[in-house]
Nanobody, 127 residues
Framework: QVQLVESGGGLVQAGGSLRLSCAAS????????MGWFRQAPGKEREFVAR????????YVADSVKGRFTISRDNAKNTVYLQMNSLKPEDTAVYYC????????????????????WGQGTQVTVSS
């Protein structure tokens, strides 16, 4: 299995930027497609972005398109989420998640289809 640890969250003013990192350990990082999700208080966990094991297959949710970018560095066992032009509605706990590249369906935006999760990092955007 793989262990995931997020970092980089914090408090930022609207219009600002943050870069989240998710460091993986354990099984071979390049065996996993990765995703970022977020959960605001009282709301369900929602998809933000995903990336394939080799760096292809990137896709971001419409709500963050043009503002957020997902990337990964397999040499560093890390996936990133660059967040620009942040809005108060982006406030949430952000989670990274891993999904085996050998799953029957290559990519997914559904939380329950990811087997491994980090503990989350809080992002708060003030207006």
């Amino acid at each position: 299995q793989v262990q995931l640890v997020e970092s980089g969250g914090g408090l930022v003013q609207a219009g600002g930027s943050l870069r989240l990192s998710c460091a993986a350990s354990g099984r071979t990082f390049s065996s996993y497609n990765m995703g970022w999700f977020r959960q605001a208080p009282g709301k369900e966990r929602e998809f933000v972005a995903r990336i394939g094991w080799s760096g292809g297959g990137t896709y971001v949710a419409d709500s963050v398109k043009g503002r957020f970018t997902i990337s990964r560095d397999n040499a560093k066992n890390t996936v990133y989420l660059q967040m620009n032009s942040l809005k108060p509605e982006d406030t949430a706990v952000y989670y990274c998640a891993a999904r085996s590249k050998f799953e029957r369906t290559a990519y997914s935006e559904v939380p329950r289809e990811y087997a491994y999760w980090g503990q989350g990092t809080q992002v708060t955007v003030s207006s």
